[in-house]
Every structure is written in C-alpha cells, then in structure tokens.
C-alpha cells in the first residue's frame, strides 16, 4: 500500500505541496488531477523519491522511500524521457537494468511486451525514428518492464490514436487486476472518471477535493439532466435553479442547482408529447474541476 | 548501486566509443598525425619546382682553380644545410661569357650562372644570374659555397696556412661552470630544447581536456534535456550517477589518449619505411638529439618519482575538469547554454597552455611559478616548470594536493548543485537557486 502522509514540500519559501495525505491500496487506480504548477511532479518526485518532503513521510508497504524500493516502482513521465539515440531494446535493458534486473529477463519480458503493443518490428529501430505514439508505448513499456508494485503514469495517453489509447486502458487495467498500484495523472477526465476509484484534486499545492470519485460525484449537489426531443428553452432557463440548457442536435443537457430542481423541469417539459428521453446524471468530473479549481483542465 | 554504477559507466563509455563516429573520427585522427608525421615526403610525392635540378655554369675568370673550388664547395655546404634533401646541383664550366649565358637563362629557368671575377676591395666579387627568384634554400646554399670557394681560394693566395686558419675559424670553447652543484650544461641544453618542445608535448592534454569537458556536459545535457534524467535518477543517486560519468570520461579520455599515441609511433613507424628523405632523418635525429640531452641530464634519474607525480596531477586534474563539466552541464536546461558554460573551462585550459610556452621565455617569474598552484593550471604548467628546472618536486607535490583539496570541495558543494541542477528546468534565479543549493546540506 503507497501511504502519503501528511506530507509538506518547500522550494525555499514557496509552499509547493501543502499537507497532502491519501493512500492507494493493491489494485487501485488513483487519480491525482490539478492545473499546471498545482504540485503534481513534486508529488510524483517525492513519490519516486527524487525530492525529500519538507514535512511528512511517503510510504510503500510501510518502507519509507529510497534507492532500495524504487526497484519495484515504474514511472511514466509526462515528456518522453527515452534517450533518442538508443535504440528500442537498448533503451529497455538501460532502464531495466538501473531497475535492478538481469539482462535476460529483461529481454524475455521485452518480447512479450512489444508483441503486446504490437511493436515488435521496432526492436532494433532507434528511439527517434519511431512515431511519437511507439515512443509512448515504448516509455510505457520501460515503465512496466519491471512487474512494478506501484506505477505513476503522468498523462499516459499522449500522442496515441485511439486504437491506442484502448491498448493502453486495456494494459493498465490489467496491471490493476494483477495488484499493482497505479497513480494516474491526466487532463483527459474522461479517462480519469473511467480508471480512478479515488482521487484528490491539487489546487495550489493543497487538496481541494479528495476521496471516493463516485462519492465525491454524489455530495455534489449540481446535476445534469439529458432531454431528447422539443422542448422550449427560454422556458426552462427561465425557470429557479437552471443554470443553463445547452443544444446538442435534438438533445438537451439541462444543468440545474440540485435534485430539486429535477420535478419542476420534468413539469415543463412532460406537456411536450416527443420527449423521448429525460435522465438525470451526475456532474463530470471536470466539471466538479472547474467550479472547485476555477478553470478547465481538459486542453 | 555497485553494479547500477558499473552498468551507468559502461553504458555511458559506450555511447561514446562504440559509435560510427568514433571509429571515423579516428580513422580521420589516424590518417591525419600519419599524414602529419610524412607531410615531407607527401610534398615531395606532388613534385613541384622544389624538385627539379639545378644547373649552376661557373664562369671563372680568376684562375681556373675557381670552378673546382667552388664544385666541392657546394657538395658540403649542400649536404650540411639540407643533409642532402635538397634539389640536385649540376656545376657546369662556362667557357663563354655572361652575355651569351642570358639567352640561356632565358630558355631555362633551371639554369643560374655564377660569374667569379677578381676584386681589390674583397678578393674576389661573384655575378649571380637567374631568370626567377630562386628559393630560400638554393639561395643559402650557393652564398655559403661562394663564401667558402672565396676562404679556399684566399688561402693559397695570401699564403695562408689552412691549419691557422682552420683555428680561427672554429667555434671558441666555452666552459661552464655552475656553483649549484646539481646543474650541468646538459640539462641547460635540454632546459632549451624542452621550452620549444614541451608545449607540443602537452598539445594532447589540451585537447583531452577539451574532449573530456565536451563528452561529460553533453551527456549530462542530453539526459537531462530528454528527461531521462528523472528516470536515471529515480533508480541511481546523483552521487553514483556523476560518479559513473566522470569514470567514463576519463576512461574515454585515456582510451582517445592511448590511440593518439599509437598514431603517432604508426606515423614514426611509416616515416621508417618511407624514410628515405633527409627531412625524416632531421626530424628523427631531433628526437633523439632530445632523448639523449634528457637522458645526458640528471633529470633522467628523476624520471621514476616525476613521471608518476605528473600522472597523479594529471588524473587529478581531469577529474576536476569532468566534475565541473557535469555540474556546469546540470545548470543548463538545453546544449545552447552548455556551450556557453563551457567557454570559461576552455579559456582556463587555453591559459595553461599559453603560460607552459612562456614559461620558458620568462624564466624565474614568481607570477607564472604562483599559478602553478592552481587547480586546472596546475596539470600543465606544475610539469612545464618542472622541466624546465623552474621548480621542484615539492611543488608539483603542494600542486597536487591542492588539485585533490579542490576535488574534495567540488564533491562536497558541487554535488548539491547537481542534484538541484539535474531536476531544474527553469533558467530564472538560476545561480540564485545553485548558490542556495551549495549553501543546503540537505538538498
């Protein structure tokens, strides 16, 4: 279990990381979101132990973070850190290695990994004649060479097509099933809302919201409600507690204040004989993002 | 973290040796010091004017005996001058005068005439007739068999006798005396000859140094610029992991030295075999015209504590060099500002090296003899001093030291740098944040 506790971080008198705390069991996919310069690298750094917090204590089952645990650790950082003049394999035994492993359980598990991502043509390529989306899935695999208990991934979809980006899903979820513990970070809440369980939402070095992602979605008091067919939207708008009513072809997303507010809209609308739809939703996760970090994350 | 540091060491040696671009580069390396080393008889292979006979007409209006004066004259002053590399000359009589001679000058650029005629001033008075300038050498050696054909010939006509005049001729014997008892004349000579050729000797460690510098800041900048780096050290501490790359630089840096010694005893060993050109023997002959002044002298006997002292200073001070290159290297953020970095390391290296020639010009300066001492400059100038008998061994011992107090100072305040260094991207309050962080012990 990674344990993050009540962990502080000072660059000089500037507080990047503020008091955090969360823990990440077995299995888990947790989510650490927050805007640009919120204190997500410093975290991971101190995670991976690149920095030493100022205060508090990082632990991964119960061993306190150092040189002797970052073996079982795997990184994925948000710029492609592979060394460009390598080539594939090269570039996987060099990280393998500094992980602590033998040459040729390196290179087993190598093969099976680019047969995996489907990559194995690129074996002997060097790193920068590959696409930027086989330079991902090859920082992916130096990042999972090493069946890691505990894997930071730090946008992990980027540059990836779509098929990819299944891949990907596919291949963290099954790190999850195998028990590995997965921090997850991107701008994509999409995938954010499909992965993580748990997540904690950086804003200024602290956490503004934190905890069970389907909890958090419920506390929040503003919904959405899904209408498909005519309606009348000066109506609606008109009415207490609509925030907005946004068009998407011959549906509507209504966004009211609560579930209150869900009778009087159904009240409106029912009179309307083509309604073919009428679903109330929880908020998306960004944009519980917005209104607590006052802007948009997704780019 | 031994193996790790092993495995960093080898990787980053590897990355450096085993490139096509080293292979080429010393293939290049290679061809140019033999190339250098032969570059005489490279000339020679294309020919030019400097190859072709010269016919020299005699047209001796003296006595006759002037002509073959003059013909054996030339033989020596042509094989003292040149030891006989020089173009061939054909000395042909002239029986006609000056005059007729023009037409075939005019024809013939080859051709130079020498006309002897008697002088009541200065024995005798030459007329030298060519179409072109002739080169520098041609002109030495025909001025000193004229001047020679002019001592000869003054001999017989003045009565002279040549054993008398053989002792005026010869150079007065000087003997030196030396109240400090260790010096001697010979390694007074060798003093001499080592100021001309001790800066050629140290050329290599300039060079080596500025490889060093280069293959370490780059390496760093590289890792850092790709954000490997944070993977790298993730895995290794900043500590192994500059440790491993100032290893291999200096690995690489005595791996490139070696191979630079071997072209150089390749390029001698072709001069052998090639070497029919006296140019070859001249050069040879230099060398141990050198060799036995050293051995001569008494600094042979030395040899066995200077040589390893030198060394010692040497590694010393490439280690300094590769730690400031990785710590300089960790500052920047791309190899634009490495580059500028560098430029002071390279402007230190360059003062060695222009302080170690004139070290022999300004014999005695305590300023030069001061900055013996310090680290960087010591590892050129401390051996340069030292052979030229300008300090002794004790100071090569003090410049040792302070090289390893200073190393010891780069590790224990550089190494915070570093590790500061090696995860900052910004270049704002750069030196700000690297003077706070050599101040912090517990970056």
Redesign the interface.
């Known amino acids: 279990m990674l344990e993050v506790k009540n962990v502080t971080k000072y660059y000089?008198n500037f507080k990047a990381v503020d008091n955090l705390s969360f823990t990440v069991k077995p299995g888990e996919i947790f989510g650490l979101l927050g805007i640009n310069g919120a204190g997500k690298t410093t975290t991971f750094?101190m995670i991976?132990?690149?920095?030493?917090p100022t205060e508090g204590e990082i632990t991964l089952d119960g061993k306190k973070i150092d040189?002797t645990v970052?073996?079982q650790?795997g990184?994925l950082?948000e710029?492609?850190?592979?060394?460009?003049?390598l080539t594939v394999k090269e570039q996987v035994i060099?990280?393998g290695?500094?992980?602590?492993m033998k040459e040729e359980d390196i290179l087993t598990k190598l093969d099976e990994l680019l047969e995996k991502f489907e990559i194995t043509n690129y074996k002997d390529t060097l790193i920068k004649e590959l696409s930027k989306g086989n330079q991902q899935k090859v920082q992916f695999i130096?990042a999972i060479i090493n069946d890691p208990k505990l894997v930071i991934l730090d946008e992990p979809f980027s540059g990836l097509d779509p098929f990819n980006v299944e891949m990907f899903k596919e291949a963290i979820k099954e790190l999850a099933s195998k028990g590995s513990i997965i921090i997850f970070s991107s701008h994509r809440m999409e995938h954010v809302e499909l992965f993580c369980k748990k997540i904690v939402i950086l804003l200024s070095g602290k956490s503004v919201i934190e905890g069970d992602l389907k909890d958090i979605k419920k506390k929040y008091k503003k919904k959405n409600i899904f209408i498909k067919g005519d309606i009348d939207i000066q109506e609606l708008e008109k009415l207490d507690g609509v925030i907005s009513v946004e068009e998407y072809g011959d549906s509507y997303l209504v966004k009211i204040e609560n579930e209150d507010i869900v009778s009087k809209v159904f009240d409106k609308i029912k009179k309307h004989k083509n309604i073919t739809k009428f679903e109330l939703e929880d908020a998306s996760l960004n944009e519980i993002f917005v209104s607590k970090v006052g802007e948009s994350y997704e780019k | 973290m031994k193996n790790k540091f092993k495995f960093l060491t080898k990787q980053s040696l590897k990355r450096k040796v085993d490139t096509k671009w080293f292979k080429i580069v010393n293939v290049i390396l290679c061809l140019i010091i033999i190339c250098a080393l032969n570059i005489d008889s490279i000339i020679k292979l294309f020919g030019g004017d400097f190859n072709e006979n010269i016919t020299v007409y005699v047209i001796d209006n003296i006595d006759g005996n002037v002509y073959d004066v003059f013909t054996s004259q030339i033989e020596a002053s042509t094989s003292v001058l040149t030891s006989g590399s020089s173009n061939v000359y054909e000395i042909k009589k002239y029986d006609k005068t000056l005059e007729d001679a023009k037409s075939e000058v005019e024809e013939n650029k080859n051709i130079i005439v020498l006309e002897f005629n008697v002088s009541n001033e200065n024995v005798m008075e030459v007329t030298m007739l060519s179409k072109e300038y002739m080169d520098l050498t041609d002109m030495a050696i025909l001025n000193t068999a004229i001047n020679n054909t002019k001592v000869a010939y003054s001999i017989v006509a003045y009565n002279i006798d040549p054993e008398a005049l053989t002792k005026i001729y010869e150079n007065v014997e000087i003997n030196r005396i030396f109240l400090d008892e260790e010096k001697n004349d010979t390694s007074e000579n060798t003093e001499v000859i080592m100021t001309t050729v001790f800066p050629i000797l140290i050329l290599p460690f300039f060079m080596l140094s500025l490889i060093l510098v280069q293959m370490i800041g780059g390496e760093v900048n590289d890792e850092k610029t790709t954000r490997s780096m944070e993977i790298i050290i993730s895995n290794v501490s900043p500590e192994t992991h500059l440790a491993s790359k100032v290893v291999a630089g200096n690995l690489f840096v005595i791996i490139q030295g070696v191979l630079i010694g071997t072209y150089v005893i390749l390029g001698l060993i072709v001069r052998k075999f090639i070497g029919a050109s006296s140019i070859t023997e001249g050069v040879g002959g230099y060398i141990v015209d050198i060799m036995d002044s050293i051995g001569n002298s008494n600094f042979i006997a030395s040899l066995g504590y200077v040589i390893p002292l030198v060394l010692i200073l040497l590694v010393i001070t490439f280690v300094a060099y590769a730690l400031l290159a990785g710590i300089l290297a960790s500052m920047t953020t791309n190899m634009e500002d490495f580059q500028q970095l560098q430029s002071p390391i390279v402007i230190i290296s360059l003062a060695g090296y222009y302080l170690a020639m004139l070290a022999g010009m300004f014999k005695g300066s305590l300023f030069i003899r001061i900055l013996s001492y310090i680290p960087f400059l010591s590892a050129i100038l401390s051996p340069s001093l030292l052979v030229l008998g300008e300090v002794g061994v004790i100071d090569v011992i003090i410049s040792i030291v302070i090289a390893l107090l200073f190393v010891y100072w780069m590790i224990k305040y550089g190494i915070r740098i570093y590790k500061v260094g090696i995860l900052n991207y910004s270049s704002k309050d750069l030196w700000k944040k690297m003077f706070k962080a050599m101040k912090n012990k517990n970056v």
Do not use: A, P, Q, V
Request: glycine fraction near 12%; charge should be positive.
């Open positions: 000089g750094r991976m132990g690149l920095l030493e040189y970052t073996d650790i990184f950082t710029e492609r850190s592979l060394l460009t003049k060099y990280y290695t500094l992980k602590g130096t």
